[in-house]
């Protein structure tokens, strides 16, 4: 195949497979050039693997006229109980700080058989100027906080119950360590309700037990 714009050839491929339906195949998508702000120009050439029907990944090198060469990747889950993501982003050496920078996100769900499920949510960035040299858009230079969790909960038709710890990473160098958020180590919540036989009574309960440290 031969591609031409305004009669001069741009691209060359001797083989080209694709899908014609929803089915996914593993190969290059389509390739996205662009501005990146504070890092100069960029481009993106992700490549998709289709590992399995419940697994696949995109690994994405980036470069960044300015900084260097960054590698996204990504990696996606999905089981009879648990389903999530884990992404990764790195520049070895950015050009501008000569420092190595980086960003990890992993989001985890589980629903156990017995009504119980569990939840896990994490994510780091190397340095508080990330999402505004590196994010790409202008609502993740926005950030300031980026919130962490395990928690696990369960749920009936007469008792629900929470437990989890809580964590934040603050990125916004401006905000002062007296206004930053508070973690809860941990946090316990019990709530029932038991109609009764007697005059149409409900006994409740409502409790919760929590630890703020910051």
Not at 25 to 51: C, M, T
Not at 68 to 76: I, K, N, S
Request: charged letters at 20%; a negative charge; zero cysteines.
């Amino acid at each position: 195949m031969k591609l031409r714009f305004q009669g001069v050839p741009v691209l060359y491929a001797p083989y080209i497979s694709f899908p014609l339906s929803d089915a996914r195949k593993s190969g290059i998508l389509a390739p996205e050039i662009g501005s990146a702000g504070r890092s100069g120009n960029e481009v993106r050439v992700p490549w998709y693997w289709n590992i399995a029907p419940n697994y696949d990944a995109t690994i994405t090198p980036r470069l960044l006229t300015d900084r260097g060469a960054q590698l996204q990747t990504e990696f996606r889950y999905l089981t009879k109980i648990n389903s999530g993501i884990v992404q990764a982003e790195y520049l070895s050496n950015d050009s501008l700080t000569n420092e190595a920078r980086h960003q990890v996100r992993f989001e985890h769900d589980t629903l156990f058989n017995n009504g119980w499920r569990n939840s896990i949510d994490f994510r780091e960035v190397s340095d508080s100027q990330y999402f505004e040299d590196l994010g790409g858009s202008l609502s993740s230079s926005s950030i300031t906080h980026l919130g962490r969790h395990v928690r696990f909960d369960y749920q009936s038709d007469r008792i629900t119950l929470l437990g989890q710890v809580q964590d934040y990473q603050t990125i916004d160098d401006a905000i002062s360590p007296a206004d930053e958020p508070y973690r809860r180590l941990p946090q316990v919540l019990v709530r029932g309700r038991w109609p009764t036989n007697t005059l149409g009574v409900t006994l409740g309960l409502d409790t919760e037990v929590v630890n703020f440290d910051r």
